[in-house]
Structure formats: structure tokens, C-alpha cells
């Protein structure tokens, strides 16, 4: 991996851009990379894919000023009242973001402009050319790891989670799922990231830019960390919250971050991704407990995996009924079609046992006993929503 001036130049080179704006993303991008180097073993694909997607988001953190620096009128853009998905991974919340995805008088984060948020998708003729190309990339991953679709499914064209957002100020959880990088990994759990979501409110103005306002569906388990943070950004925003037993999820997210390092490093320590996996998201769920004990329960939205699997239509009407918004019969038809097209023939994935991650699932889940016994009170409750 070359040094962070090497990355620096690079964008610059390749844009013409000088400007990445507020410094906020150094310390991150000189650790991050300061741990790829000393403690990650990527091989050559590795090392070509992740120094590749560090000058590109350096790119687009130029791009995104140089956009503001021409059109200043961008910062104007209001950003109301948001929903935020949030809750462990492998608890739905993917296909309930696909689902809220299908509401035409929404707005949710699709993959291709996360990847790429510039320039603003308002001033791009259609067929935008960024399709396509998120298209090639997602062929190329599923042929080099074809468990991917399965473990992680996504569209090109689909609700995506917030992380390349969150990237462009480089604390983003996603970097630890491509590499063994603990120092990072240990320095992101406690680091400051008002400044990140303040960037992806800035990202978010753009893309909206020159099209009718409508609110904002985002969508990222790693929010859980970080709600404090969040809400400095994002004052006015609600959140829907998934659930399941944490013991069912914890050897599936590890392997998850398994196919993943595999595709960029000869050697996969799947005990230490277990127990990554395990430190982080214990962390969090304690966080995001005390966030709603601090005054901010009203702005939680509960459900239940299960439920949601038996009735994802339902459950997102209730859902819309606690948001006051309506559920169009345009958006329920999608919502149907998405389903029956995509969840109902889901392939059903066969994940290790886990002792293959040196697992203990009952020492596990002790430390996430407060949440398994609020989780059930809160999706018990039918009518604590409506009231």
C-alpha cells in the first residue's frame, strides 16, 4: 500500500481537482492506511482493489467540492425529517430498505450514486452512464465471490447502506470487512463522527440537487455505533429499527467479512472476525440503548425479522402509519412485485458452524441480554406504535 501523499496525488491527478474542503477525513485516511501497511496481508487483488477505492473516494470528496465551489446554491437543498434504518446485520433490514425503496414520494441512497455521487444526478441525461458501470462492478464481484449475492444481496439500481457516504470521510465500518486491520478497526469504535454524517448530509443535498425534495430512506447497521454523532447532523431524523435474536446473526455477519477478506488476502482469521464482529456490534447495541433511554425512544420505529418475513407488507404499513405518510397503491404493487420476485425466491444460504470462528454463542449472549429482553418487549407490544 503507498503512502496517504501518494493517494492524495493520485485523485488529483486523475480529476484536476486540488480541493478535498474540511480536513475532517485525514486522520482517518492516515490510519486506515497506516494499517493496511502493517498489519493487513493482501495479495495482489487486494492491494489493486483497496488503493482503487481509496483514490476513489478521495476523487469524489474533490468532485463534491469542486460541485459546491460552481454552485454554491447546493447547500440550500433542506434535508427533512429522514428515516434511518438501523438495527444488528442479518436482521432484514436490507430488504425492508428495498421494500421503503419502492415509495415513489421517497427517496432512498441507490448503489450507483453512492459509488459515485458526482456529478449531481439531476444534470446527467438519462441512460446516466453510472449505471452501467455499477452494473460491471457488481458482475465482477459476483464472479470473483459468487456467495456474495446471496450473503449481501443488492441492485446496482437499488437502496444501498450509507458506508461509501461515510467513506468519503474514512470512518466507515466497511473497510474492516476487506482486510485484517485491527488498529483501525479499534481506533474507529471511539472516534468522533459528527464531522463523517455532516459530509454525507453534504453528499445527500447534492444528489438531491435539482429534483423535487422528498425524504430521505437511508439505511446502515453501523448507525447503531454512533446515533450520538448522528443526530448532530441529522437533528430531525427517525429510525426503524430491525430485530432478531443476536445469537442467530453473529456467525453469519462473520462470515460475511470471511468471503469478503477472502477475496483480497490470502489468510482469513476468522476467529478474529468473530470477535470483531462481537466487540463492535455489543458496543453498539449498548450505545444505541442508552441513546433511546436519553429522550429519544418516541423517535423508534420496532420490528421483528419474523414478523416482517410473514407480512412485509403489513409491516410496512404500520411503519407508515406510525410516519403519517401514506402507503400509495403504486408503492404497495412495488412492494409486492419485490418480494415475490426477490425475497420469496431468495436462495437460502448454509453458513459454518461456529466453532469454524471459535465462536461461543452462549458466552456471546450475555452481552447482549439487556437488548434481547427490551427487543422482545418492544416488537410484543402491537399497539405501542400507535398509540
Request: charged share 30%; hydrophobic share 40%.
Amino acid at each position: 500500500m503507498t503512502d496517504v501523499d501518494d493517494l492524495l496525488a493520485a485523485a488529483r491527478k486523475e480529476t484536476g481537482l486540488d480541493d478535498f474542503g474540511e480536513n475532517t477525513f485525514r486522520e482517518g485516511l492516515e490510519r486506515l492506511v497506516d494499517s493496511l501497511r502493517t498489519e493487513a496481508s493482501l495479495n495482489a487483488l487486494g492491494e489493486l482493489s483497496i488503493r482503487a477505492l481509496i483514490v476513489q473516494l478521495l476523487k469524489s470528496r474533490l468532485q463534491v467540492e469542486d460541485w459546491y465551489r460552481r454552485r454554491p446554491e447546493i447547500d440550500d437543498e433542506p434535508i427533512q425529517g429522514p428515516l434511518v434504518g438501523l438495527g444488528l446485520p442479518r436482521t432484514g433490514s436490507t430488504a425492508l430498505a428495498a421494500l421503503l425503496g419502492e415509495d415513489p414520494l421517497a427517496r432512498s441512497l441507490m448503489r450507483w450514486q453512492a459509488e459515485e455521487p458526482c456529478p449531481p444526478p439531476s444534470t446527467v441525461p438519462a441512460p446516466d452512464p453510472r449505471i452501467a458501470r455499477a452494473e460491471a462492478r457488481a458482475k465482477m464481484t459476483l464472479e470473483m465471490a459468487p456467495r456474495m449475492a446471496a450473503l449481501v444481496p443488492s441492485s446496482p439500481t437499488g437502496p444501498y447502506e450509507c458506508h461509501d457516504l461515510m467513506g468519503l470521510d474514512f470512518k466507515s465500518h466497511y473497510f474492516q470487512a476487506f482486510a485484517y486491520i485491527p488498529s483501525y478497526s479499534s481506533w474507529l469504535l471511539d472516534a468522533d463522527l459528527t464531522p463523517t454524517y455532516l459530509y454525507e448530509r453534504r453528499v445527500l443535498k447534492l444528489l438531491q440537487w435539482g429534483t423535487e425534495p422528498r425524504p430521505w430512506r437511508l439505511k446502515c447497521p453501523t448507525h447503531l455505533i454512533f446515533l450520538d454523532h448522528l443526530v448532530e447532523a441529522f437533528p430531525d431524523a427517525r429510525f426503524v429499527m430491525t430485530h432478531r435474536d443476536p445469537t442467530e446473526v453473529l456467525v453469519s455477519v462473520a462470515d460475511v467479512y470471511a468471503v469478503m477478506v477472502s477475496m483480497y488476502s490470502d489468510e482469513v482469521d476468522r476467529p478474529y472476525l468473530a470477535a470483531l464482529n462481537v466487540e463492535h456490534w455489543s458496543v453498539g447495541m449498548r450505545r444505541a440503548l442508552a441513546f433511546r433511554d436519553a429522550g429519544h425512544d418516541h423517535r423508534f420505529f420496532d420490528l421483528d425479522f419474523r414478523a416482517v418475513q410473514r407480512d412485509p407488507v403489513g409491516e410496512v404499513r404500520r411503519l407508515y402509519t406510525w410516519l403519517g405518510e401514506p402507503v400509495t397503491p403504486e408503492f404497495e404493487a412495488g412492494m409486492r412485485r419485490w418480494w415475490r420476485e426477490n425475497a420469496e425466491n431468495r436462495e437460502q444460504n448454509i453458513h459454518p458452524d461456529a466453532e469454524a470462528f471459535g465462536l461461543d454463542l452462549e458466552k456471546a449472549r450475555p452481552l447482549f441480554a439487556d437488548y434481547i429482553g427490551r427487543a422482545a418487549r418492544w416488537t410484543a407490544r402491537e399497539d405501542a406504535h400507535t398509540a
